[in-house]
């Protein structure tokens, strides 16, 4: 199992936050995760990036989550 990169739209930003989770993030628990931190649209949606830092976003500003893995063809930011 590869990667998994993270794209979560923030309402009223033109920008994205892009983030890789590391190698033993279970797709399925990840999206079960985002499924009920936005049920509800008041919690916070908490992910925790490859290196260990943490990123919190307001379930009411997010306007979609991407699920992606780095098997995708596609790279985000700078790459080796």
Same mark, same amino acid.
């Given at each position: 199992?590869?990667? #998994?990169?993270?794209?979560?739209?923030?309402?009223?930003? &033109?920008?994205?936050?892009?983030?890789?989770? &590391?190698?033993?993030?279970?797709?399925?628990?990840?999206?079960?995760?985002?499924?009920?931190?936005?049920?509800?649209?008041?919690? #916070?949606?908490?992910?925790?990036?490859?290196?260990?830092?943490?990123?919190?976003?307001? &379930?009411?500003?997010?306007a979609y989550v991407e699920l992606g893995s780095?098997?995708?063809?596609?790279?985000?930011?700078?790459?080796?």
């Open positions: 199992m590869g990667l #998994v990169d993270v794209r979560i739209g923030v309402t009223y930003s &033109a920008r994205e936050i892009d983030l890789q989770l &590391a190698d033993d993030t279970d797709r399925e628990a990840l999206r079960e995760q985002v499924d009920e931190s936005l049920g509800g649209g008041t919690g #916070v949606l908490w992910l925790t990036d490859k290196r260990g830092r943490q990123v919190g976003v307001p &379930a009411d500003k997010v780095d098997s995708d063809g596609r790279s985000i930011g700078f790459s080796s």
